[in-house]
C-alpha cells in the first residue's frame, strides 16, 4: 500500500514537470521577482518531498 | 589572498576532516556509531552534488536555463521510491556481502566474472573524466581565489600540493585489512561534513548576493535580460524529459552513489527519513542558483571569467575576502569529497574483478600467498587508488579547457546509466539471464561511446541524430533503447544455468528469502577445513578466523574436528571472503581450495523450494500448537464457571443457615445442573480428543435414520415441554426403506447436540424447531432448523471448531463450545457432512448429509 | 448500597444476588452487558460487579462506558472473572477497575473485599 502511494506521488511529479503541463507554466512571468516557472518547479518539488515523508513516516504498512 | 595562504589552509581543512574521521572511528570502537542514522546518511548520499552541482549549475543559466534542474529532480524521482526499490538493492547487498555495483551485478548473473570486468572496465572509463573535471575545479577555484596563473609544469603548480595531500588522506582513511563489511565510518562522516559544508557555503553567497547586495529577487534578476526560464527555448521538452529520466537512473549507478547509498548504510530504515531528506537538500542548494548565475554574467562576463567559477568570482568581484574563502572552501568540499568517494569505490572495483581474479587465476599464486591474500588485497587497491588519481590529474592537465564542467558530468551520466537495465530488471524479473546482461550492458556501452566520443574525432554521427535532441539526450536515447532490447531478446531466447538461477531467485524474491537466503547452501563439493581457516586467516587473521568459524558452526549445529566442511561452512566462508575481494574473486578462492560439482539448474530451485516448503510446515506446527494452547485456555475457563457457581451455592449453604426452605431448594438443584454441565464438559473433552486421535470404535451397523430421529426425539420431548419449545418432525419426505451404514448410539447424540443448541438460540414460547428427513439419489438427509436468532454468516466457518462459540448478540449458540465440533467429527467419521445455513435475525439450519448405502 | 451485577450464568447471579442481599445492599441484576449499561444508566449503583465475558457488551465495554457516563458519577467497579491470566488482570485494572477478582472465588472473601472497597468510598 505504502508503495503504491509512493510509486502514484512519482508518477504526479514527473507528470507534472513535463511536457504537456509544463507547457501552461511555461512562461515569462514572474511574481515578486521570481519566474513563475521556477516557483512552479519548487513548489512542485517541495510537494512530493513533503509527501514523500508523510506517507513514509505513517504507521500502516 | 595568497597562494600558500589558502594552500595551507586547504590541506588544514583536510586535517581537520581526518580528525573528525579519527574522531567517529573512535566512536564507532566504542560502538556508538555516527554515520547509523538517517540524517548523516542523506547527507552523505549529497556526495552525488559534486563540484558539477557547486559551481556548473551557475555556468549553466544563461546557455541553457533551467535545464540543470533535471540533474535533481531524476534523483527526486528515484528517492521517492528509494523505500521499495533502493531497500530492495540494499537488503540484496546486505545478504551477499556486495562491496560495489560491479560486485552486484556480477553476483546477480551467477558471479559471472566477465560482467563484473566489463561494469568495472566502463566504470573506469566514465570515472576517469569525472575525477578529472573535479581536480580541475580544485584548481581552478584555488587559481581564481589566490589571484594566479596555473603553471605550465604541474611540480611547480601549488594545486599540485593539494592533489598530493588528498591521495594521501584517501590512502590513510580508504582500504581496510581486517574489516570484511567494509564501512568506512570516519570517511562517511566526513563526507556527511562536507555536505553540510557545500551547503552552507552556497546559501551564504546566495544569501549574499540576491539580500545583502540587490535587496531580493527582483533587484537581482533586472540585472540583465535574457530569455531566462523557459524549458521550450532551451533544449526543447524532448532533451528536457530524456535529462530527467537519464539523471534518475544514473544517479545510482555513479560508483560514489552506490557506495554510500546501498554498501555504507547503517540500517534499512535511515533510508526512510532519507527519501525526503536528501532531496530537500538537493532543492536548498538549487534556491540561489538563477540570481547568481545572472549577477555572475551581468557582472563578470565581460572580464573573460569561465562561467563555471561564477559564483567564486561573486564575492571576489565583491571584496569579500572571507565569504570568498567560504565559498572556495564549499567547492574544495564539493570536489574533494567526491573524488574520495569515487576512487575508492573504482579501486575496489578493479581490486575485485580485475587483479585479483588474475592473479588468482594463475598456477601456484594462491597456494604461495594463501596467508596473505588480505594484505596483498589491501596494497593492490592503494596501488590502484593512486593510479586513479594520476590518470584523472593527468585527463584535468590535458584537457583543460577543452570542455565545462556539465558536458563532463553528462557524458559520465549516459556511460553508467547502461547498468540501470540489467540492475533493475535483473532484480524484479527472474529471466534475466548472464548472456542478456553482458550483451545489454556492452551494446549499451558501444553505443553511447560511439555517439558522445566519435564526433570528438572528426566522424560524423548525425545519421543517427535525432531531430531537435541534443548529443547526450540522442545517445542516451539510442544506448538505453538498444540495452532494453537486447538484455530482454537475449534473455529470453538464451538458457539460465543452474548458479545463474539461484542467484536470480535470491535477488528477485529478496524479501520473501531473507532469513533462508542467510543459510542457503547451492554448494556440492568437498573442501578441507583445514583450507577454509587458512583461507580466512589471510585476510581477517587467526583469531578472528577461529571466531567467526566458531560463531558459524553453533548457529547451525556443525563440527569443526572433522577433516571436511559442511558445505554450509564452505558457502558462509566464501560470503566473508566475498566481502574482501568481491564474489569473483572470492568464488576463485572458494574453487581452488575445493572439488566443485555443478549444480544443476531444477536443482537449485527444488532446493530453493525445500527451503520454503519447511519454513512453512514450521508454520503449521506453531499454529496448531496455538491452536492447543488455545483450547487449553478456554476449556479451563469453562470448567471454572460451573465451580464458581457450586463453590459459592454450598458456601451459602454453610453458613447462613437461615435460608428459607424454597431457597434451599432451587440453589441445590442448581448445584446438581451445575455438576452435570461440568461432567458432560469433561466427557465431551475426553470424547473429541479420542476422535481426534482416532481411538473410538464406531459399531458400525445398517441404520435407519427415522429411528435415530425417534431415539433423539424421546429423550427431548420433555426438556422442550419444560421450555415451552415446539418440535415438529417431518418424515414423510422419506419415501424408501434405504438405509445408511453407521453407528447408531453416535447418530443419536448427534441429533440431540443439534436440537439443545436449538433450544438454547429460540426464544422460550415463541420457539418452533422442525426436523425434516428426506433423501436424495445419494444421500439421506436431515435438517434441523429454528426460528431463532440466527448466525452471522461471517462465522459459520468458526462455529464447528473446537470452544468457537460465536459471541453471538443473544447466548452462546453451543453450551460447552464443544458440541457441534464433536457433531462434526462424528458426521465426518460416517463419509457425510454437516453444515449450516443462515443469517441473522432467520434461524439456522443445519444440514446433515448421510452417503447412502450401497446394497450389496 | 446499591449495587449492580451482572454475569451471563444465572447460577453465578444467583448466588450473587443473594450474598449481597444478605448484606443489605440494594441489588440490581444483568443478564448480558446491553441490560447491565441500561440498568447502570437509570439506576446510577455505587458499585458494578462485572463478569468480563457477556453478551453484546463484554465487561471492559460497560466498565468504560460507566467511568465515562457523567463527570459527576464515579461508580466502583469489580471484575470477576474466570480469566486469570496475569494479563487479563492487568487490563482489568488499566480499564478503570477498582478490583479484580478471580474465578471461582471464596463468598466470605469477596464480601470482605467489596465491603473494604464500600468504605473506602465512603470515605
Known amino acids: 500500500m505504502r508503495n503504491n502511494k509512493l510509486l502514484l506521488v512519482a508518477i504526479v511529479f514527473l507528470g507534472l514537470l513535463n511536457f504537456p503541463i509544463l507547457h501552461f507554466i511555461d512562461s515569462k512571468n514572474s511574481v515578486l521577482g521570481i519566474p513563475f516557472i521556477y516557483l512552479y518547479f519548487l513548489v512542485v518539488w517541495l510537494g512530493a518531498i513533503v509527501s514523500t515523508g508523510i506517507i513514509l513516516n505513517r504507521n500502516s504498512k | 589572498m595568497g597562494v600558500w595562504e589558502i594552500a595551507f589552509l586547504s590541506i588544514a581543512y583536510l586535517g581537520i576532516l581526518f580528525l573528525l574521521a579519527f574522531w567517529a572511528e573512535k566512536k564507532k570502537a566504542q560502538n556508538k556509531s555516527l554515520i547509523n542514522n538517517p540524517l548523516i546518511y542523506a547527507l552523505s ?41 533502493v531497500r530492495k538493492m540494499v537488503r540484496i547487498a546486505k545478504i551477499h556481502n556486495i562491496t560495489n555495483i560491479a560486485d552486484f551485478i556480477s553476483t546477480r548473473y551467477g558471479k559471472d566474472s566477465r560482467i563484473g570486468l566489463g561494469v568495472t572496465l566502463i566504470s573506469l572509463f566514465a570515472g576517469i573524466p569525472y575525477i578529472g573535471l573535479q581536480l580541475k575545479a580544485i584548481a581552478q577555484s584555488f587559481d581564481l581565489i589566490t589571484q594566479s596563473t596555473p603553471s605550465a609544469t604541474f611540480y611547480q603548480d601549488p594545486s599540485f600540493l593539494l592533489f598530493i595531500s588528498l591521495t594521501l588522506f584517501i590512502l590513510v582513511l580508504g582500504p581496510r585489512r581486517f574489516d570484511s ?117 551581468a557582472l563578470l562576463n565581460s572580464s573573460g571569467l569561465n562561467s563555471d567559477l561564477y559564483v567564486l568570482g561573486l564575492p571576489i568581484h565583491f571584496h569579500s575576502k572571507l565569504l570568498a574563502f567560504i565559498v572556495y572552501l564549499g567547492g574544495f568540499s564539493a570536489a574533494s569529497g567526491m573524488v574520495i568517494m569515487e576512487t575508492m569505490a573504482i579501486s575496489s572495483m578493479i581490486s575485485n574483478n580485475l587483479i585479483m581474479p588474475l592473479l588468482l587465476r594463475q598456477k601456484g599464486f594462491f597456494s604461495d600467498n594463501q596467508n596473505q591474500l588480505g594484505s596483498i588485497n589491501q596494497n593492490i587497491r592503494r596501488i590502484m587508488i593512486v593510479v586513479i588519481m594520476i590518470l584523472g590529474y593527468v585527463h584535468y592537465r590535458e584537457t583543460e579547457s577543452l570542455v565545462n564542467l556539465v558536458s563532463v558530468g553528462m557524458t559520465s551520466f549516459v556511460i553508467v546509466a547502461q547498468f540501470a537495465p540489467a540492475t533493475i530488471l535483473g532484480i524484479y524479473w527472474k529471466k534475466a539471464s548472464r548472456q542478456g546482461a553482458l550483451t545489454g550492458i556492452l551494446t549499451g556501452f558501444i553505443i553511447s561511446a560511439a555517439l558522445l566520443f566519435l564526433p570528438n574525432l572528426g566522424i560524423s554521427t548525425d545519421v543517427f541524430r535525432i531531430e531537435g535532441l541534443n548529443p547526450v539526450s540522442n545517445a542516451t536515447y539510442w544506448s538505453i533503447t538498444f540495452n532494453v532490447l537486447a538484455l530482454y531478446a537475449v534473455s529470453i531466447t538464451s538458457k539460465q544455468n543452474g548458479k545463474d538461477a539461484n542467484q536470480s531467485y535470491l535477488f528477485v524474491d529478496v524479501f520473501e528469502y531473507s532469513k533462508n537466503i542467510e543459510n542457503s547452501t547451492i554448494w556440492r563439493g568437498k573442501a578441507r577445513l583445514r583450507d577454509l581457516r587458512q583461507a580466512l586467516s589471510g ?60 549444480i544443476g539448474m531444477s536443482e537449485v530451485i527444488l532446493l530453493l523450494q525445500k527451503s520454503r516448503d519447511l519454513q512453512a510446515s514450521n508454520a503449521e506446527l506453531v499454529k496448531i500448537d496455538a491452536q492447543k494452547n488455545e483450547f487449553l485456555t478456554t476449556v479451563t475457563h469453562e470448567i471454572r464457571s460451573p465451580i464458581t457457581s457450586i463453590r459459592s451455592l454450598s458456601e451459602i449453604m454453610v453458613e447462613h443457615e437461615d435460608i428459607s426452605q424454597e431457597e434451599r431448594k432451587t440453589f441445590l438443584e442448581t448445584i446438581i445442573q451445575e455438576s452435570d454441565r461440568l461432567s458432560r464438559l469433561v466427557n465431551q473433552v475426553l470424547d ?11 459399531d458400525m451397523h445398517s441404520v435407519d435414520l427415522g429411528a435415530v430421529i425417534e431415539k433423539a426425539m424421546m429423550n427431548f420431548t420433555a426438556i422442550a415441554q419444560q421450555n415451552q419449545v415446539g418440535i415438529q418432525v417431518d418424515v414423510s419426505q422419506k419415501r424408501t426403506q434405504r438405509q445408511i451404514h453407521g453407528d447408531f448410539e453416535k447418530l443419536v447424540q448427534v441429533i440431540i447436540n443439534l436440537l439443545s443448541n436449538a433450544i438454547k438460540n429460540v426464544e422460550p414460547s415463541k420457539g418452533i424447531i422442525q ?3 428426506y433423501e436424495n439419489a445419494t444421500h439421506i438427509c436431515i435438517d434441523v432448523e429454528d426460528n431463532g436468532i440466527g448466525i452471522d454468516p461471517k462465522y459459520h466457518d468458526q462455529i464447528f471448531e473446537k470452544f468457537k462459540q460465536v459471541d453471538n448478540p443473544n447466548r452462546k449458540i453451543d453450551s460447552s463450545g464443544l458440541g457441534l465440533s464433536i457433531s462434526k467429527k462424528i458426521i465426518e467419521m460416517h463419509q457425510g457432512t454437516i453444515h449450516l445455513e443462515s443469517s441473522l435475525g432467520h434461524g439456522a439450519k443445519f444440514i446433515l448429509k448421510l452417503p447412502i448405502q450401497k446394497t450389496a | ?115 473494604e472497597l464500600y468504605e473506602k468510598l465512603k470515605n
Open chain 2, 45 to 85: 548520499l549529497a556526495i552525488y552534488c559534486s563540484a558539477w552541482t557547486y559551481y556548473g549549475s551557475v555556468g549553466q543559466i544563461t546557455s541553457n536555463g533551467l535545464s540543470f534542474l533535471s540533474v535533481y529532480l531524476g534523483p527526486t524521482l528515484v528517492m521517492i521510491l528509494a523505500w521499495g526499490f
Open chain 2, 181 to 297: 563489511s567494509e564501512k568506512h565510518e570516519g570517511m562517511i562522516f566526513t563526507i556527511a561534513m562536507e555536505s553540510i559544508i557545500k551547503l552552507v557555503a552556497f546559501l551564504a553567497i546566495g544569501i549574499y548576493i540576491s539580500y545583502q547586495i540587490y535587496q531580493g529577487w527582483e533587484g537581482t534578476l533586472q540585472l540583465h535580460t535574457i530569455s531566462l526560464p523557459s524549458i521550450e527555448t532551451n533544449g526543447g521538452y524532448g532533451n528536457w524529459f530524456i535529462q530527467f529520466i537519464l539523471c534518475g537512473i544514473a544517479f545510482l549507478f555513479l560508483p560514489r552513489v552506490f557506495h554510500v547509498a546501498v554498501v555504507e548504510i547503517g540500517e534499512e530504515e535511515n533510508l526512510k527519513q532519507a527519501s525526503w531528506i536528501f532531496p530537500l537538500y538537493m532543492l536548498l542548494i538549487n534556491i540561489f542558483v538563477i540570481p547568481l548565475g545572472i549577477a555572475g554574467y
Open chain 2, 539 to 598: 585476510f581477517i587473521g587467526k583469531i578472528n578466523t577461529e571466531q567467526r568459524l566458531k560463531q558459524i558452526a553453533k548457529a547451525n549445529n556443525l563440527s569443526l574436528s572433522e577433516t571436511y566442511a559442511d558445505p554450509i561452512l564452505v558457502t558462509q566462508t566464501e560470503k566473508i571472503l566475498a566481502g574482501f575481494v568481491g564474489s569473483t574473486s572470492a568464488r576463485l578462492i572458494i574453487s581452488a581450495i575445493s572439488k566443485e560439482e555443478q
Open chain 2, 688 to 698: 473429541l480428543e479420542k476422535l481426534a486421535a482416532g481411538k473410538v470404535n464406531f
Open chain 2, 771 to 773: 426436523v425434516r428427513l
Open chain 3, 1 to 115: 448500597m446499591r449495587i449492580l451485577i451482572a454475569d451471563d450464568e444465572p447460577a453465578i447471579l444467583m448466588s450473587l444476588d443473594f450474598l449481597m442481599r444478605k448484606e443489605g445492599h440494594q441489588v440490581f441484576v444483568a443478564r448480558d452487558g446491553e441490560e447491565a449499561i441500561q440498568l447502570i444508566e437509570k439506576e446510577l449503583p455505587e458499585v458494578i460487579i462485572l463478569d468480563i465475558m457477556m453478551p453484546k457488551i463484554d465487561g471492559y465495554g460497560v466498565c468504560q462506558q460507566a467511568k465515562a457516563l457523567k463527570t459527576t458519577y464515579q461508580p466502583a467497579v469489580v471484575f470477576i472473572s474466570a480469566k486469570i491470566a496475569e494479563s487479563d488482570i492487568e487490563k482489568g485494572y488499566e480499564m478503570g477497575a477498582d478490583l479484580y477478582i478471580p474465578k471461582p472465588f471464596s463468598n466470605r472473601d469477596l464480601v470482605k473485599k467489596i465491603n
